[in-house]
């Protein structure tokens, strides 16, 4: 990665430490707004996209849709929750590749869309152990493999359920306890699972 610490004059403010871009951001209203508003908003974003932390690949669908949760699509997404969640939709009725995930955007609002190339490898793979059966769907222009969930298939959706079960709720409550540090004056207090039970007693 590039570092963005080339300048070290534009780095200091009063013996505090800057973003190197605020110079630059602060040049840009001075001399751009009121000429080129849309310069001035490519500007911005291109720093945004050079972020040391927003710049990276895991940003990357956010920046490409904003309705997109980075931290919701990239944890949900590569962890074993994908495959749980393709098989409980599955075990509803029979879908498609895209399907799924424009199901999946639906019931998220939006904020988790997984990628073909995560859905379509994910869906060869569950096949190939039978927990899925495919079918070729010619009716339509373009043809489509429709997948429908196997008795087999939904025998290992229940073992992963409670497999993943207690992993996901820890993880939710690890989640809360660092926002409620980070962000103690947030708009909502959240409660962790255990605090809750006390609470309820």
């Known amino acids: 990665m590039v570092s963005h610490r080339k300048n070290n004059k534009n780095f200091k403010n009063e013996g505090k430490e800057s973003y190197p871009f ?18 001035f908003v490519e500007k911005i974003l291109g720093k945004f996209k050079d972020h040391w932390v927003f710049g990276k690949r895991s940003f990357m669908p956010w920046q490409e849709c904003p309705d997109i949760n980075p931290f919701v699509n990239m944890i949900l997404t590569r962890s074993g929750l994908l495959p749980l969640y393709t098989l409980y939709l599955l075990e509803d009725k029979e879908m498609f590749g895209n399907e799924i995930i424009n199901e999946i955007e639906k019931r998220t609002s939006a904020t988790w869309s997984p990628n073909p190339g995560a859905i379509y490898p994910l869906l060869r793979e569950l096949e190939g152990m039978q927990f899925v059966e495919g079918r ?7 043809p489509r493999r429709i997948y429908k969930l196997t008795d087999k298939g939904r025998q290992e959706y229940k073992v992963i359920k409670i497999i993943l079960e207690k992993q996901l709720c820890q993880a939710i409550d690890i989640f809360k306890k660092i926002y409620n540090e980070v962000f103690p004056g947030g708009k909502k ?9 006390e609470i309820r007693i």
Not at 22 to 39: A, F, G
Not at 189 to 197: L, T
């Open 22 to 39: 605020e110079e630059e951001i602060k040049r840009v209203l001075k001399d751009k707004i009121s000429k080129d508003p849309d310069e």
């Open 136 to 142: 070729w769907d010619l009716e339509e222009e373009h």
């Open 189 to 197: 207090k959240v409660v962790p699972e255990d605090k809750r039970k």
